[in-house]
């Protein structure tokens, strides 16, 4: 679990599996070999699945086992922790990737109201299932949802930041949602956890 790079392949499955060549898309800086070193010893451990399609070109598939799994809350913890001490405006030549943000902050919403949230990012549709104590994330814009949340890039990242700016962001739907959303996945949460410790 120390490896550089084995928490985020886990936070990059978190919303379904994915294929090699779309992870060294989400993680950048990771090499090739480093890559498929990294995934072997992951299935070798029974962390994740590896799916081969008898297609051509060949498609293998990675995903996460329910062992992996019970990882998503520590990741959560983490991400709790970058908000409340590290988490600052972005600096000029930095990249913030935010579908990354909120595949590691499904674990954040554990009691929050149920429902289906959808997601926009550019163009770029993900929908998140709230249930009680879980929270899914998918890739995909659904089909119907509860409360819709949407804006570019730079309007995500200042919601999301240190003043939680949601000007730029546009809301729709069942409004606890969206603010039950908002909340968790922004430092709103995580500052009120430092100043209850």
Not at 184 to 192: E, F, K, M, Q
Request: proline share 6%; hydrophobic share 40%; charged share 25%.
């Amino acid at each position: 679990m120390g490896d550089k790079w084995t928490l985020l392949i886990v936070r990059d499955l978190v919303a379904g599996p994915r294929r090699f060549v779309e992870l060294q898309r989400v993680l950048p800086g990771i090499s090739t070999e480093q890559l498929r070193s990294r995934l072997n010893r992951m299935v070798a451990d029974g962390l994740l699945t590896r799916q081969r399609y008898r297609e051509v070109p060949p498609r293998v598939d990675y995903e996460l086992t329910e062992r992996s799994r019970e990882l998503v809350p520590v990741i959560a913890e983490l991400t709790r922790w970058g908000h409340a001490w590290a988490w600052s405006p972005p600096r000029e030549s930095e990249a913030i990737d935010v579908a990354a943000i909120f595949r590691a902050s499904t674990g954040l919403l554990g009691g929050a109201p149920s429902g289906t949230v959808e997601l926009r990012v550019e163009g770029r549709g993900y929908t998140l299932g709230l249930g009680g104590e879980t929270a899914t994330l998918a890739e995909e814009a659904p089909g119907e949802a509860d409360a819709r949340i949407s804006g570019g890039e730079q309007a995500w990242i200042a919601a999301l930041g240190p003043d939680a700016d949601r000007s730029g962001l546009e809301t729709s739907g069942a409004t606890q949602l969206v603010d039950a959303v908002l909340d968790a996945l922004g430092p709103t949460a995580s500052r009120a956890t430092v100043r209850a410790a």
